[in-house]
């Protein structure tokens, strides 16, 4: 014989259930004939871990080493492919590609604080140092 349920009224409660079904969606009283309760574990609830918020970031400046000192700069996006003068040697320059980049910094998009990151972690996925939200650094365009 085929315990599994046909469909109908549940024999505890009264309540219509679909057929198939195992226990009763209303009063969980077991409906297949050829189960007992002892042979059906019911699973514990494990909640999913809340997924964080992951916001891009892209670099408003870098911070770069003068190529006549050697001193580190730190130049806004705003210039770049433009000459630019050393504020310690007064040496110009031109920030672009051929420079030593050092460094980024951009704005947290979570909490606005000032984060400088190395750009060898360009286009990975950070933890902001201020608020721990969870950003993905992206690279500016060359």
């Given at each position: 014989?085929?315990?599994a349920?046909?469909g109908g009224?549940?024999?505890?409660?009264?309540?219509?259930m679909?057929?198939?079904?195992v226990?009763?969606?209303t009063?969980?009283?077991?409906?297949?004939?050829?189960?007992?309760?002892?042979?059906?574990?019911?699973p514990t609830f494990?909640?999913?871990?809340?997924?964080a918020v992951?916001a891009a970031a892209s670099p408003?400046?870098?911070?770069?080493?003068c190529p006549?000192?050697k001193?580190?700069?730190?130049?806004?996006s705003?210039?770049?492919?433009?000459k630019?003068?050393?504020?310690?040697?007064?040496?110009?320059?031109a920030?672009d590609?051929?420079?030593?980049i050092k460094?980024?910094?951009?704005p947290?998009?979570h909490?606005?604080?000032e984060i400088r990151?190395g750009?060898?972690?360009?286009?990975y996925?950070v933890?902001?140092?201020?608020?721990?939200g969870h950003i993905?650094?992206v690279a500016?365009?060359?």
């Amino acid at each position: 014989m085929n315990g599994a349920w046909p469909g109908g009224p549940c024999p505890q409660c009264g309540d219509d259930m679909p057929p198939k079904v195992v226990h009763c969606r209303t009063c969980r009283a077991l409906l297949n004939s050829e189960l007992t309760e002892d042979s059906i574990e019911i699973p514990t609830f494990v909640p999913l871990p809340e997924l964080a918020v992951i916001a891009a970031a892209s670099p408003k400046g870098h911070y770069v080493i003068c190529p006549g000192c050697k001193e580190e700069l730190r130049i806004h996006s705003k210039y770049k492919g433009a000459k630019v003068q050393c504020k310690h040697c007064n040496q110009p320059f031109a920030y672009d590609n051929t420079v030593g980049i050092k460094a980024a910094y951009m704005p947290c998009p979570h909490c606005k604080e000032e984060i400088r990151a190395g750009m060898k972690y360009m286009g990975y996925k950070v933890v902001c140092k201020h608020c721990s939200g969870h950003i993905q650094l992206v690279a500016d365009p060359q």
